[in-house]
C-alpha cells in the first residue's frame, strides 16, 4: 500500500504534465496585439457637392420628438386590414385626436367609485348561478 500511493502520485502528475502539450493547441489565430494598417483616406470623385445654405435643415437631421409621434400615432405609414377594422370597432373615427393628451391632463375630472365597481369588473364571467352576498 505504501508502494502504490507514490505510484498514482507520479502517474497523476506525468498525466497532469501531458496536458500541458501543445496538442490540440495551436497558436494559429489572429494576434489582438497586433496593429493593423489602415487604409488610405481617398477623395470621393464626385465633386458636385452643394455647400450648406444657412437657415435650411439639414437633411440627415433626425427630429427625437418627431420619430416617437410617428412611432405612437402611426405616422404616414399605411395601417393594415386588421388595424383599420380594430380601429373602425373601438370609434377611432370619432375620438378626439388630443385624447391621450386630455387623459393626462392634471385638470382632468377624475370620479373615483371606489372598490365596489372594480371588484365588480374584475368578476369572472358567468350566469350568476354560484353568486351569494358577502357580509363584511
Do not use: W
Amino acid at each position: 500500500m505504501r508502494k502504490v500511493v507514490p505510484i498514482v502520485a507520479v502517474a497523476g502528475v506525468a498525466l497532469l504534465l501531458a496536458g500541458c502539450g501543445h496538442r490540440g493547441y495551436d497558436r494559429a489565430r489572429p494576434d489582438e496585439y497586433s496593429v493593423a494598417r489602415a487604409q488610405p483616406l481617398v477623395v470621393p470623385p464626385d465633386f458636385s457637392l452643394q455647400p450648406p445654405q444657412p437657415g435650411v435643415a439639414r437633411p440627415q437631421d433626425n427630429n427625437p420628438s418627431a420619430q416617437a409621434l410617428d412611432a405612437l400615432f402611426g405616422g404616414s405609414a399605411p395601417r393594415s386590414g386588421a388595424e383599420r377594422s380594430t380601429l373602425d370597432q373601438a370609434g377611432g373615427d370619432s375620438a378626439s385626436p388630443g385624447v391621450r393628451s386630455d387623459a393626462g391632463d392634471p385638470d382632468t375630472k377624475i370620479v373615483d367609485k371606489g372598490g365596489t365597481t372594480r371588484d365588480i369588473v374584475a368578476a369572472p364571467q358567468g350566469d350568476g348561478q354560484f353568486a351569494r352576498a358577502v357580509a363584511k
